[in-house]
Every structure is written in C-alpha cells, then in structure tokens.
C-alpha cells in the first residue's frame, strides 16, 4: 500500500508516468491502462514541492464503508 510506496499523508499526485493527473477520472483512466506488477513513477506534491515516486502497482484494495 501507499507506505510501501513511500508516499505520504497529504501526498497530492500530479501525474503517473508523464501523464498529467487533474482528477479522480483521469486518476482511474491512466492506472487502468497498466497491469498489477507494473512499476510507475508517480509526481506527487509533497510540502509545496515536486517529488518522484516510483511504485509498483498491486492490486486495489476496497475500503468498507
């Protein structure tokens, strides 16, 4: 999960791989064009600050509400 990852609380992403990010949608449509396993590297915002991640993509858990 998102620790494994070295991302934070508060972590904003920005783009995956290049590909800009400016929501929910594009967040889902860009993460379904890659498989489980796949290692991305994600942009993210991090205290007023670009910061590269790299991550490998697990499967996607289902929070209960």
Do not use: C, F, H, M
């Amino acid at each position: 999960p998102a620790e494994e990852a070295q991302l934070q609380e508060n972590d904003i992403i920005l783009s995956i791989d290049g590909i800009s990010i400016s929501g929910t949608d594009s967040l889902i449509r860009t993460l379904n064009s890659y498989k489980i396993g796949d290692t991305v590297t994600l942009t993210v915002l991090r205290d007023r600050q670009s910061v590269d991640v790299s991550v490998t993509l697990g499967e996607r858990s289902i929070a209960n509400d």
